[in-house]
């Protein structure tokens, strides 16, 4: 089985765009992996990040490697697979083992509760894939210090129950041969989130029960499409994308029908929002909304269905995203490759730590509190509540704007989200004191017509982080922190994850602020107190 993208009504809108990259000779060019095609100052980054085409193939290579992995911990007993990664080491496995009903326990957060809920769970049958690409990623390192220690307390010898995938010669990889852990490289020449049929997807996913081998076939079957002028359903998507972006409509409604797959727009936002979203420009990805509301945006959905698809399994569908996220690149006439504004929230948030050393960190003062909710931020000095707040908000975003709404809480707490999603917008709101707190946006959705996204904090800094700073300025900012209760200890370094989130979530903060961008942080003193109040107010709205 292969692909299919049906353009509905955008078919002659994007006729005109892929006839231009077809009489370039884009389609053959980009499959053969020709590094000129997005400009000589792209040239250097894209010879090493071409990689991901060859995948279906060169990928097969780990699966005997992979397989020794999995026949071990059967053997052993370990079924609760933990994925400790952010981004790309972590997004695509999710996907996979959602769609292939594989149990795993994605650790791409610094929350403490959820990191120690995680901790608690079958400790004693646990195998941890620690996956960093750099080798050196603060979110990855924290887990791996966290559960060696648990390991060790527990008695178990965490060489036996740790598992790296990372790219050659990293630090990571270094740590982990001094450890004597097992090791599984990744190709250099792909970047993180291209990565999802290397190492990093397949990895965990394997160890989780997913077959791997069936996603490369169906990402092989699709491949030999990719250099044809016609028929190149890569092409079709790119030029969809591009054409729409160039024409004003930037924000990607990514609405998912029902499918064999699940999952998918989460995985699809980090790979355009972080290629596209540079030097002003950009496409944003908008999961969770169900129609195209504003002159500004356009609707794909996944799977079978009217209008605008992408239909096809899932190891295809990785691929044909891939390729097409690149061709929209050439479109846009930006690098797809690099990510040059996400260090700077990094680089905030070590500088917070350092300078703050044993004390607070610079939270400021909150120019208001209502009930179990502060705010902080440079406001109007006429907003007495929450709902003044929310209110000014909504009509700070700017024609052709966006609203991006930052949770820097645990993405898995038990606020009973069973309504979320599959509600109508009357039945959610008559349950908005039981939801979580990511109905929020549904909320904010129904009470404007710009396009309102949702990330879990620090999750989306390795995703939508990039497009927030160096896309179009014309985002407005929510951001939303909570109290700890339960702080988790990093051994090795001085701080808790429940300090990091915090530095992570002001460092970030800084990074929009400094730019001008209208942003507002609410602060949770009790997160489920906090979090109904917050639905409450905005269901009044």
């Not at 169906?218 to 790119?238: I, R």
Request: glycine fraction near 10%; include cysteine; charge should be negative.
């Amino acid at each position: 089985m292969t692909i299919e993208v049906t353009l509905g009504d955008e078919a002659d809108a994007v006729t005109a765009v892929k006839d231009k990259l077809v009489a370039e000779g884009v389609p053959a060019a980009l499959a053969a992996g020709d590094s000129t095609l997005w400009g000589p100052q792209a040239q250097s980054e894209a010879a090493i990040r071409l990689g991901w085409l060859d995948l279906p193939r060169s990928s097969r290579e780990l699966l005997p490697e992979i397989a020794k992995l999995v026949e071990r911990a059967r053997a052993e007993g370990l079924d609760h697979v933990v994925l400790a990664g952010m981004g790309g080491s972590s997004l695509a496995p999710e996907v996979i083992c959602a769609t292939e009903d594989a149990p795993l326990t994605v650790l791409d957060t610094t929350d403490p509760h959820q990191v120690r809920r995680a901790l608690a769970d079958r400790l004693d049958r646990t195998i941890v894939v620690v996956a960093s690409k750099s080798g050196g990623t603060i979110e990855t390192d924290s887990h791996r210090r966290v559960y060696e220690q648990a390991f060790r307390d527990a008695g178990i010898d965490p060489a036996e129950r740790i598992v790296v995938v990372t790219d050659p010669g990293s630090p990571l990889e270094r740590t982990a041969i001094e450890a004597g852990y097992p090791v599984v490289l990744a190709d250099p020449n792909v970047g993180g989130r291209y990565s999802a049929l290397t190492a990093f997807g397949l990895v965990p996913s394997a160890l989780a029960g997913a077959d791997v081998t069936r996603l490369l076939d169906d990402a092989a079957a699709v491949a030999p499409l990719l250099a044809q002028d016609e028929g190149n359903p890569g092409l079709e998507l790119g030029a969809l994308l591009g054409a729409r972006a160039l024409h004003g409509r930037d924000k990607l409604i990514l609405r998912d029908a029902p499918s064999d797959i699940t999952g998918l727009p989460d995985w699809i936002e980090q790979l355009i929002a972080e290629s596209t979203g540079k030097e002003g420009k950009g496409i944003l990805p908008v999961v969770g909304a169900e129609a195209a509301e504003a002159d500004d945006q356009f609707l794909v959905t996944i799977g079978p269905d009217s209008g605008t698809t992408v239909d096809g399994p899932l190891g295809a569908q990785f691929l044909v995203w891939e390729y097409a996220t690149a061709v929209a690149g050439r479109v846009l006439g930006i690098n797809p490759f690099d990510q040059p504004n996400v260090a700077e929230s990094k680089e905030n948030t070590t500088r917070i730590l350092q300078e703050a050393g044993d004390g607070p960190l610079p939270t400021g003062t909150p120019v208001l509190t209502d009930g179990p909710v502060e705010v902080y931020g440079d406001l109007p000095g006429d907003l007495k509540n929450l709902a003044d707040v929310l209110t000014w908000l909504l009509r700070a975003i700017p024609e052709r704007g966006y609203l991006a709404i930052m949770a820097y809480l645990d993405r898995e707490a038990a606020f009973d989200a069973a309504v979320v999603g599959e509600a109508s917008f009357e039945e959610m709101t008559e349950t908005w004191a039981s939801a979580d707190v990511a109905t929020l946006r549904a909320l904010l959705d129904y009470r404007t017509d710009h396009a309102v996204t949702f990330g879990w904090g620090p999750r989306f800094l390795h995703s939508t982080g990039q497009y927030h700073k160096g896309g179009p300025a014309s985002g407005v900012f929510l951001q939303i922190t909570g109290a700890v209760t339960d702080d988790v200890e990093v051994p090795g370094k001085p701080y808790t994850l429940g300090r990091l989130q915090l530095a992570q979530a002001l460092g970030d903060l800084g990074a929009l602020t400094s730019r001008g961008r209208p942003a507002v942080r609410l602060h949770l003193t009790d997160r489920v107190a906090g979090v109904r109040h917050l639905l409450s107010v905005a269901e009044e709205l």
